[in-house]
């Protein structure tokens, strides 16, 4: 472990990978601050411009990324009242009247702060668990391991916002499409319809290109206009917003964990943690009737659980290759990319990637909380821009990002179509993170599968008899049940 | 007689008519073969016409199922003018317009290539959709081309596809 540790900060001490890095976390602020363009269409579109970079430094520029987009969203929820990225709607809430109120820059000292140290947070979970983690993994067999990417499907679908039955679909749809192509498993071809294209199954990039990113530009473009038309002047005291956070260290400490333990949960994402700490403030204050007017506890709750989830969303990514969130299952493609193994594998073989994840997730975050700070007021000017005019810069990006993987003209195609199609998914309530998730574990789940069959002697009961397969499969069923005992207990409490 | 909303039943047909096709293709394989592709799609395929008929007979039972860990019981502040996407000043493209602009894009990289395209692309698109003026759409286009042009064919000497009218061959499809 310690080697891989100092072999991934040994990459920090070349300019090259330190100027990626702060390149990624630019990109990530500017993303992050332009309501529309989130995390996840900023990882999809840099992913093909990572080819050819070592893996290491490629993590560095994709953490950049990661560590600034939550920072940059919050800047927008406080000073126009627009959240920036979906992650930072409850920001909303308390930061934008702190603004009305002429302590714009208060909120935006405790965002960059709460931010900041919610994230070290997350990591220092992380780095907590990395030892338990590479002894739990060793327990997960085949059977286990299916059984488990069976539970982070079906929780994918509950939790990811929208219906279930249309997340369990659109899951089932990302499973199938992974099982495109050729497989090493059975060399045979399958659902290949006759198309030499098809032989390699959809391809990673390009599908992740338009899914997420033309998708995005498509709604954009129907919807136009721009996102502010004024905004407040930030006033007020940057110290005095550091200060703030300390002023409340219970409600940090109690966000912060939220945040991790919701990142843990696949698919469950920062949203989640966002809101759910922020009620959770609400509900244990002395003072609930001041959240909604401006009170800075309100920001502290909002900002350093959905920093702090990053830390915790890892886990289930780099453990198992289960992504915690769409920004992971991106993140797991650039793994694929740059050859690496999702999966258990990943944390017995490539530590040093792991290390990098959480060196760089660390220095953006600082650098977030500081350089971002100081560019808070430039970075919101961008909101003020006409969506048309960076809808055409986005495209360009999207489309030669796609043909930039390997070359091939129909890889744009897959992007163009795959554009309209999560498009369609995410207007008629077909959430695309369960068709993501579903597309990343489809074929690692039927490898497992059919290892466990192997080691069975073709008895499926090999699921039943592990006890930690059979806890799993157990959770399954309950995951599945939970919306009937939600909807029953809604009913019960409406009734009363 | 309660109207149909067209839009919903028809992606949502859409995706079961897909799931089905695979359920069929499937059944051509080897058993071991489309075992996994049968337990998912199978499953996928019964949820979909649930949903496929539940959206345009009973919208309550699927409502029903409108479940998610966001259902915070009302707590939340309700403020308004909360968006996450931009809404004010100026209209949309439509969906028509954007797909005519995106698949145009697209038919051109693939008759002249990359490099003329995405001129051609940018000024068109900045001067008629975004309607932005002469100098700014200029200016825009020559630092994005000069992106585009930079990255991938100097500093990467990458290659980009250079259009079928100018002897580039394509991929088999």
Redesign the interface.
């Known amino acids: 472990m310690t080697e891989a540790f100092v072999e991934a900060f040994g990459f920090l001490t070349r300019v090259d990978v330190i100027a990626l890095l702060v390149l990624g976390h630019i990109i990530g602020l500017v993303f992050g601050a332009l309501?529309?363009l989130s995390g996840v269409i900023a990882l999809s579109v840099m992913i093909p411009?990572s080819y050819?970079m070592e893996p290491i430094p490629a993590m560095f520029f994709f953490t950049g990324m990661m560590g600034s987009i939550v920072f940059g969203g919050s800047i927008s929820a406080i000073l126009i009242?627009?959240?920036?990225?979906?992650v930072n709607?409850?920001t909303?809430?308390d930061g934008?009247p702190m603004t009305r109120r002429g302590e714009g820059n208060k909120a935006l000292g405790i965002s960059a702060t709460a931010s900041g140290l919610g994230a070290i947070f997350g990591l220092l979970v992380l780095f907590a668990v990395m030892p338990i983690m590479r002894q739990v993994v060793l327990l997960f067999g085949p059977p286990e391991f299916f059984m488990l990417v069976l539970f982070g499907l079906v929780t994918v679908a509950?939790?990811?916002?929208?219906?279930?039955?249309?997340g369990?679909?659109a899951a089932?749809?990302g499973?199938?499409i992974s099982?495109i192509g050729y497989?090493g498993?059975?060399g045979?071809l399958?659902?290949n319809?006759g198309?030499?294209?098809l032989w390699d199954g959809f391809k990673l990039v390009p599908f992740f290109i338009g899914i997420f990113a033309?998708s995005e530009?498509?709604?954009?473009?129907?919807?136009?206009?721009?996102?502010?038309?004024e905004r407040l002047e930030a006033r007020g005291s940057v110290v005095d917003g550091i200060k703030e956070v300390f002023r409340y260290p219970v409600t940090f400490f109690r966000s912060s964990a939220i945040g991790t333990l919701i990142g843990i949960i696949p698919g469950?994402g920062g949203?989640?943690a966002n809101?759910?700490s922020?009620?959770t403030a609400?509900?244990t204050s002395k003072h609930p009737e001041t959240?909604?007017t401006g009170d800075p506890e309100g920001v502290i709750a909002a900002e350093s659980a959905n920093n702090a989830k990053d830390g915790g969303a890892l886990i289930p990514t780099v453990a198992f290759g289960i992504p915690g969130s769409a920004e992971m299952a991106v993140l797991l493609g650039a793994f694929i990319l740059h050859g690496l193994t999702p999966g258990p594998m990943l944390i017995r073989d490539n530590m040093e990637i792991v290390w990098a994840l959480l060196l760089g997730l660390l220095i953006s975050n600082i650098l977030a909380s500081s350089v971002g700070l100081l560019a808070a007021n430039q970075l919101v000017k961008l909101t003020f821009i006409?969506?048309?005019?960076i809808?055409?810069?986005v495209?360009?990006l999207c489309?030669?990002g796609a043909?930039?993987v390997r070359?091939?003209?129909?890889d744009?195609?897959l992007a163009?179509v795959a554009?309209?199609f999560g498009y369609?998914?995410k207007?008629?309530?077909?959430p695309v993170v369960c068709l993501v998730i579903g597309y990343i574990l489809?074929h690692l789940?039927?490898v497992a599968?059919?290892q466990s069959l192997m080691i069975a002697y073709g008895s499926y009961t090999i699921f039943f008899t592990h006890p930690i397969a059979l806890t799993l499969f157990i959770l399954v069923f309950v995951v599945l049940l939970?919306?009937f005992v939600?909807?029953r207990l809604?009913k019960r409490?409406s009734e009363k | 007689m309660k109207r149909i909303r067209k839009?919903?039943w028809m992606?949502?047909g859409?995706?079961v008519v897909?799931?089905l096709i695979?359920v069929i293709?499937?059944f051509s394989?080897?058993p071991?073969?489309r075992?996994?592709?049968l337990l998912?799609?199978i499953?996928?395929l019964l949820?979909?016409v649930?949903?496929l008929i539940?959206e345009t007979f009973y919208p309550r039972l699927?409502?029903?199922?409108?479940?998610?860990?966001?259902?915070?019981?009302g707590?939340?502040?309700s403020?308004a003018?909360?968006?996450?996407?931009?809404?004010?000043?100026?209209?949309?493209?439509?969906?028509l317009?954007?797909?005519i602009?995106?698949?145009g894009?697209?038919i051109l990289?693939?008759l002249v290539g990359?490099l003329i395209a995405?001129a051609v692309?940018?000024l068109a698109?900045?001067k008629v959709?975004?309607?932005?003026g002469w100098l700014?759409t200029i200016v825009?286009s020559v630092v994005?081309w000069g992106f585009?042009y930079g990255?991938?064919e100097v500093f990467?000497n990458?290659?980009?596809?250079k259009g079928i009218l100018f002897g580039?061959i394509?991929?088999?499809?």
């Open positions: 309501p529309g411009f050819g009242n627009t959240p920036g990225t979906a709607a409850a909303c809430f934008f509950f939790a990811a916002r929208g219906n279930m039955a249309k369990l679909v089932g749809l499973v199938l099982l497989s498993v059975f045979i399958r659902f319809f198309s030499e294209y033309i530009l498509i709604t954009l473009a129907i919807k136009g206009g721009r996102v502010a038309e469950v949203v989640v809101f759910l922020y009620t609400i509900q959240f909604g006409n969506v048309h005019q809808i055409p810069i495209m360009v489309l030669v043909f930039a070359g091939n003209i129909w744009v195609m163009v554009g309209f369609g998914m207007k008629f309530g077909f489809g789940a039927e599968f059919h939970l919306p939600m909807s809604a409490r | 839009g919903p992606f949502t859409l995706l897909l799931t695979l293709a499937s394989y080897d071991k073969a075992l996994i592709p998912v799609a499953p996928t949820i979909g649930f949903v539940s699927l409502k029903s199922l409108d479940v998610s860990v966001l259902d915070f019981g707590k939340v502040p403020k003018g909360v968006s996450e996407e931009p809404s004010k000043a100026g209209k949309g493209i439509g969906l317009g954007i797909s602009w995106l698949v894009y697209f990289v693939y990359f995405t692309f940018l698109f900045l959709a975004a309607k932005v700014k825009i994005v585009i990255v991938f990467m990458f290659g980009l596809f580039e394509t991929p088999p499809i």
